[in-house]
């Protein structure tokens, strides 16, 4: 009876999926990764899930210095989504590497590094120092925040400067892959992706938020004090998945697609249309270990789907003939 | 903290839109101190709308009849928009999800109580919500609290029977002179404080912005501490959003944000930027 069980799990386990992803060299246990300012710095989330069981954890956006943030109210909720300004609050990369990347290092989960700037320096100088970090597989450059007055997202308005900004951050963190995450707030975004090809980026996540707003019809206020926030959730799913796509047909590099992945599905659908991985970002909030279920969600996919290798997945969409 | 799908026991209706939820979750009542909060899902489906799960400070722990354990959480809900409406409108044996207990709750220790006699526990509406637990707490420590309830009307002052029944000393306020005294709950608290004003108290207050501003105002003049247990929209309440910061005053460097979920949601008045409402 034992040996039978022993038998059918040894079988079970030789059948078992091929989960892993490879991204500028990097490998990902699975393509199942947290976005950027969903899921802190990875440890608050440390009693709510297994960290271990997903590909990787992208940390709050850092800068060199701390950042003390936008004025409250900060964030908004809106039918399938949120809006939020939180603008760049965070705790500086040295503090980061001093306080969590220590913590980061005991899991086998890869640790991206989201950095931020207002000025192209700020960029270069967050980026130098992380390059020398042991425990950091990826830095991602942040150029599509809509809620800060300056940099950001002004270095995703023409593929010009995209170009100049990915470039010379390449240059800064010559160890270490860079990906560049893009906005949607743009009428192109295959134009923005190609531009961070051609400046040498390994990868792109697209999307980052879109530029919304919300209206407190009593006090005839804006819901953010910042007055317009960035709207992610499920209700963004469809566009970040056609910008995914379109991104896709645009360049060679990996893209990781982003927006709205609540579910195993939504998950399945950013790697049929292309993506390399995933990130799951605002479902983060409401489901704490919405990143969990989905790496199993989609093992449990391939299994029953009898897919071998997650990659047979990845950009397998058919279109009507 | 625990992420926990818990039965819900009853609803009550307290009238003015206040409801009682009682929810079995007794593990997590076992790890509850005062002022601490829940993070309720307002569905039973967790991709449905509302999506983000909303914080609720805990009222009392209801226990076992025979055996005084705890059994389940009381939850005080407003139903002041679409997520709460949803919560209130749920039925005895629905499941939702609850994660907590969140936060830093009332520091009450044993050594207090050489410090201090008397505790004066202001309220604005559903601002009671975590005072009940406090009070308790106090009283086990021996400091006498006092209870300063106020509300529009006196439908707005729900559970002030279970203050009475602790033998506390009460004053109540309406604005329209419906019970108590008439107009605002800090007019006894002033009145309270000025007769007493060489006695070691604490004040602790919990409701609308405007009236911890001036509960905090009235404690400054009397040099007493106040801990105000702050509202703020939350995202995540894990620290991780960063959305229900409340703005700092720093007398020595630059002004900064905390986050209600974890810092808070009970901050010593002073620390708080009073002019910069944070919901």
């Known amino acids: 009876m034992q040996l039978k069980y022993i038998m059918n799990r040894k079988k079970e386990l030789l059948k078992a999926p091929r989960m892993a992803v490879e991204i500028a060299g990097v490998r990902f246990k699975n393509p199942v990764l947290t976005a950027s300012g969903t899921f802190g710095y990875g440890l608050e989330f440390a009693n709510l899930m297994d960290l271990n069981s997903i590909g990787g954890i992208v940390v709050k956006g850092l800068s060199m210095k701390p950042i003390k943030g936008n004025p409250p109210p900060r964030i908004y909720e809106t039918a399938s989504g949120m809006l939020n300004a939180i603008g760049w609050q965070n705790i500086g990369a040295t503090e980061f590497v001093t306080a969590k990347l220590p913590g980061l290092r005991n899991y086998e989960t890869k640790v991206i590094v989201n950095i931020v700037g207002f000025e192209l320096n700020d960029y270069l100088e967050v980026a130098r120092f992380l390059n020398d970090c042991p425990g950091i597989a990826a830095l991602e450059l942040n150029i599509s925040c809509p809620n800060v007055e300056k940099g950001g997202f002004h270095f995703n308005k023409n593929p010009k400067d995209t170009y100049k900004v990915t470039a010379a951050a390449k240059k800064a963190c010559r160890k270490l892959p860079l990906w560049v995450k893009l906005s949607p707030n743009v009428t192109d975004i295959r134009e923005f992706a190609r531009a961070c090809e051609d400046a040498g980026a390994d990868a792109v996540s697209v999307i980052n938020t879109l530029v919304g707003m919300a209206v407190d019809v009593e006090k005839r206020q804006p819901r953010l004090r910042f007055l317009t926030g960035g709207l992610s959730g499920p209700a963004i799913k469809p566009i970040a998945l056609r910008m995914v796509w379109e991104a896709c047909q645009a360049v060679k590099i990996p893209v990781i697609g982003v927006g709205g992945i609540a579910r195993t599905e939504d998950a399945l659908e950013f790697l049929i249309a292309g993506a390399r991985a995933v990130q799951v970002g605002t479902a983060n909030f409401y489901r704490p270990d919405a990143s969990q279920r989905i790496a199993l969600g989609l093992q449990e996919y391939c299994r029953s789907h009898n897919i071998e290798d997650i990659n047979e997945l990845v950009g397998s969409l058919h279109a009507y003939e | 903290m625990l992420d926990r799908k818990v039965k819900i026991k009853s609803v009550r209706d307290l009238g003015s839109n206040n409801y009682l939820l009682t929810l079995n979750a007794a593990e997590q009542a076992r790890l509850i101190r005062p002022g601490q909060f829940f993070m309720l899902k307002c569905v039973e489906e967790v991709d449905e709308n509302p999506l983000l799960r909303r914080p609720f400070t805990v009222f009392n722990i209801c226990r076992h009849a025979r055996s005084g354990r705890p059994a389940g959480l009381e939850l005080l809900i407003k139903d002041v928009g679409t997520g709460t409406r949803k919560l209130v409108r749920m039925k005895p044996g629905q499941i939702i999800h609850c994660l907590g207990p969140q936060g830093n709750g009332f520091k009450v220790s044993a050594e207090m109580k050489n410090r201090v006699e008397m505790a004066c526990l202001v309220a604005g509406g559903v601002g009671i919500a975590p005072l009940y637990m406090l009070a308790q707490d106090l009283m086990r420590q021996n400091i006498k609290p006092v209870l300063f309830y106020g509300g529009a009307g006196a439908s707005d002052l729900v559970l002030r029977e279970y203050f009475e029944k602790l ?113």
Not at chain 2, 249 to 259: C, F, M, N, T, V
């Open chain 2, 167 to 279: 033998g506390m000393d009460t004053n109540y306020t309406t604005m329209d002179g419906s019970f108590g005294e008439r107009g605002l709950v800090t007019e006894p608290l002033a009145r309270f404080l000025h007769k007493r004003a060489h006695r070691n108290i604490r004040v602790y207050a919990c409701g609308p912005w405007g009236m911890m501003q001036a509960v905090h105002k009235l404690s400054e003049r009397g040099k007493l501490q106040c801990d105000v247990s702050l509202e703020a929209r939350m995202g995540c309440s894990l620290g991780a959003c960063l959305g229900c910061v409340v703005r700092i005053k720093d007398p020595h460097g630059e002004d900064r944000y905390l986050r209600v979920c974890q810092e808070g949601p009970v901050f010593d008045s002073r620390l708080i930027d009073w002019e910069t409402e944070p919901v």
